[in-house]
């Protein structure tokens, strides 16, 4: 039975996922979108198991896809994948080693890791020099997704940097945990370093039918909904300003699930 249930559990993640793959394909047809920030307001809403959630889908749809470590404070993706690297980010930047080198593969075919070495002095330094800016050229260049987890934005000034390289940016939203002010901050922060914000990931979501789901944010900061997709523990709204209300009206935001 718990078996079962595990891999019902594993199914419907896969389909969020591909869900959210589609949901940023659609969200930007003339201009393809092929480097991605992941990010959230605050910690523990499950940035990166979104972020590896959403590159398996990528992998499995056949495009290659590689996730870098942008999260200098508390390094998470190599444990998670089971991968371990000769070296990361750093090793590149200072010419010690090789893209080439520290790419490394991960038990799903078409995706790849670069990892970042641990108690890097100074990361947003890092992420704004010049030779990350090269280093990431080099990697969109390489692969045909390149996903950038990065620290919570409300926090550290990391995913803002980031967001200026890459194509878009997604928030991650916890469900019942992430209040509407800490968005709405997380979101304009994004916006003035002039990023591309393509929409929230709400993340942890109860299941409770098979409709679409309509949620938004109260005065209060609770997550209200009229519904939820079965098959959803994340899902992706289009426009965050839908999901906030803009500074305070209640706009319902919609996500259509995978067909």
Do not use: W
């Amino acid at each position: 039975m718990a078996r079962s249930r595990n891999r019902s559990l594993k199914l419907e993640t896969q389909n969020a996922a591909k869900t959210l793959l589609a949901n940023i394909r659609f969200a930007s047809v003339d201009n393809p979108i092929s480097s991605l920030v992941v990010t959230s307001s605050i910690p523990n809403e499950g940035k990166s198991t979104v972020s590896v959630n959403l590159a398996e889908a990528i992998a499995t749809s056949g495009k290659s896809v590689l996730l870098v470590e942008c999260d200098f404070r508390n390094r998470s993706l190599a444990d998670m994948l089971d991968v371990r690297a000769p070296g990361g980010i750093y090793a590149v930047l200072s010419e010690e080693m090789s893209l080439d080198q520290v790419v490394a593969s991960t038990s799903v075919p078409n995706m790849y890791l670069l990892d970042v070495e641990p108690h890097i002095p100074n990361p947003a330094d890092v992420l704004s020099s010049k030779r990350f800016r090269s280093m990431a050229n080099a990697l969109e260049e390489r692969f045909d997704y390149v996903i950038y987890d990065t620290p919570p934005v409300g926090t550290f000034v990391d995913a803002a940097i980031l967001s200026t390289l890459a194509d878009g940016a997604v928030l991650v939203v916890r469900e019942n945990f992430t209040k509407r002010d800490s968005i709405l901050g997380a979101y304009d922060q994004l916006k003035k370093a002039g990023a591309h914000v393509i929409g929230v990931v709400m993340n942890y979501c109860e299941s409770l039918s098979n409709e679409y789901y309509y949620a938004y944010y109260t005065q209060d900061g609770q997550f209200d909904h009229a519904s939820a997709p079965s098959d959803s523990s994340m899902f992706v709204a289009t426009d965050v300003r839908r999901v906030s209300g803009k500074h305070g009206s209640s706009a319902p935001a919609r996500s259509q699930r995978a067909r």
